[in-house]
Every structure is written in C-alpha cells, then in structure tokens.
C-alpha cells in the first residue's frame, strides 16, 4: 500500500513567480519562433538554447549553483551520439531542411501554441522537482540520471493529456499581439543564436512585442480552466514519478 500512498500525496508546493513565468514564457516564445529561421542548424541551435535558458533560469531561482549543463537531458533533443552518428544526422537535417522547414511553417498555427506550451510546462516540472528538494547536491552522475527520469516522465504525461485547452489558451493570447512573428525571430536570432550568457538576459528583459506576447500568456494562464489543467499535470507528474521510483 506504500505505492498507492505516495501516489495519490501530491504536496503543495509555492507557484512559480510572476517573473519566472515571464522568463519562460520569452523563452518559449524563441523557440517557437524557430519555425521561422531560414537558416539550417541554427534553427536547432536557437531552441535548444532557449529550452536551456528556461531550465538554467528556473535552476537559479531556486538557489541552485550548478551549470545548467548537468541536467543537459531536460533540453537537449535526445541523447549524446558518437561522432559519426552526429555527422550522419547533420547531413541528413541539411539534405532535408527545405522540407522540414515547409512542413514546420504551413502547421505553424498549430505548432506555435505547442512549442510554447511544452516549454511552459517543462519549466513548471522543473520547478516543482526543485521546490520538493529533488535536483540538489554535488553528484552530477546522479543529477543526470534524475533529470532523464524527469525528462521521460514529463514527455508521457505530455502526451497523454488532452491540451487541446492549454494550446488553445496561449493561442488566444498571442493573437492580441501584432506583428508578434517578425519580432521573436528578430529578438531569437539577435539575442539567442551566439551566446548562452546574453539568452540569459534577454530571457529576464524581453522587449517589445516580446514582452507584450509574455505578458499575454500569463495572462491566460491565471484563467481558472487553465490553472486546473496546471494542477493535473502537477499530479500526473508526481504520480509518473512516484511509480517509477517504487517500480
């Protein structure tokens, strides 16, 4: 019985500040935009960048020293490859980056809203690991392993729920933004695409119309069908989480 109770415990925890939603959301915002970038590569490098930046910024308001680079699994888009299985794989995103780039920008008004909402909530799992005293210490072998633990039980719990509400919400928002598009492509490609330190802040300073999308999403986050969908992902999480380590 053990199991079942640790399972259906789901313990409070505080929510993620006004300022670290604003972060997340301005780094969400670059990685969607990527959809756009004409450039091979870079539009791969822009969205890890800003995934990371969303994971460093939640590691530090949490007091955690560490580089962010020991919970590489959270952000980055699959495990380390040996060399020539990354040579293989650049080649072949090169050969086909016309089609892949086409395909992400005719299903942009879907994908839009769920990039940034898989960002949103892997910054919010994050914190919430954080907050329970999970991700600490100076093993950085056993960090790892917790964050591709935590990285796997947040993809399954994504793709089990039906966030057709969430999407839906953050598209609302963004639509009461002008010229939104152009503006986080110009504001990725000039603030995230060399340097890790200027993401870092650009992602506590967005500007413009950027900032204007920000506040827009938290905006929308605070409606109450959306902060119950919130919960339930907190609780599926925990759930995933707790049945894994009791397995």
């Known amino acids: 019985m053990t199991t079942t109770t640790s399972i259906l415990t789901f313990p409070t925890v505080p929510e993620p500040t006004r300022g670290l939603v604003r972060e997340w959301t301005a780094c969400a915002l670059v990685r969607a935009a990527t959809r756009f970038l004409p450039v091979p590569l ?6 890890e960048r800003a995934t990371r930046v969303a994971v460093s910024r939640t590691l530090r308001g949490q007091g955690r020293a560490y580089p962010v680079t020991v919970l590489e699994p959270l952000y980055a888009d699959g495990s380390r490859r040996g060399l020539g299985r990354r040579l293989r794989r650049v080649v072949r995103k090169m050969l086909l980056f016309p089609v892949r780039k086409y395909t992400k920008v005719i299903t942009a008004v879907h994908g839009v809203p769920n990039d940034v909402a898989r960002v949103l909530l892997l910054g919010r799992a994050t914190h919430r690991r954080l907050a329970l005293g999970e991700l600490t210490g100076d093993d950085r072998p056993a960090l790892r392993d917790e964050a591709t633990e935590l990285r796997a039980a947040y993809e399954k719990v994504v793709d089990e729920m039906d966030l057709k509400l969430l999407r839906g919400a953050i598209s609302d928002g963004l639509s009461e933004v002008k010229d939104l598009t152009g503006a986080v492509v110009s504001y990725g490609r000039r603030r995230f695409a060399t340097d890790t330190a200027e993401a870092e ?11 204007e999308g920000a506040e827009q999403v938290q905006e929308v986050l605070a409606r109450p069908e959306v902060v119950r969908l919130l919960e339930e992902f907190d609780r599926r999480m925990d759930a995933r989480l707790a049945t894994v380590r009791t397995a």
């Open 42 to 47: 870079l539009d791969d490098a822009v969205a």
């Open 201 to 211: 802040r650009a992602a506590q300073e967005p500007e413009g119309a950027v900032a």
